[in-house]
């Protein structure tokens, strides 16, 4: 069984930084692409950046510039650096990993961003 655990979320000013972080753990033999995905209120779920096992990266426009998407193979961890915030980023960020033939996601953590 794998599981992620995502941290660092919290509240923040319009234009600071947050760094986000997800653990994955268990029975886990490779990961390909690790991804950030967002939730706003009343917004579907939409991908905010991707990396792959390569440490290819590509992000959504409305963040690109912005943030900064890495990873830890070692420790099969995923990290979201997000600088220069705005309220519109405001949502629960989800970690997400796809490995051969799966994807498993974590249960959220909470960013707001006040003006």
């Known amino acids: 069984q794998v599981q992620l655990v995502e941290s660092g979320g919290g509240l923040v000013q319009a234009g600071g930084s947050l760094r986000l972080s997800c653990a994955a753990s268990?029975?886990?033999?490779?990961?390909?692409?690790m991804r950030w995905y967002r939730q706003a209120p009343g917004k579907q779920r939409e991908l905010v950046a991707i990396i792959t096992s390569r440490g290819s990266t590509n992000y959504a426009d409305s963040v690109k510039d912005r943030f900064t998407i890495s990873r830890d193979n070692a420790k099969n961890m995923v990290f979201l650096q997000m600088s220069s915030l705005k309220p519109e980023d405001t949502a629960v960020y989800y970690c997400?990993?796809?490995?051969?033939?799966?994807?498993?996601w974590g249960k959220g953590t909470l960013v707001t961003v006040s003006s």
């Open positions: 268990g029975s886990i033999f490779s990961i390909n692409d």
């Open positions: 997400n990993i796809v490995t051969v033939g799966l994807d498993y």
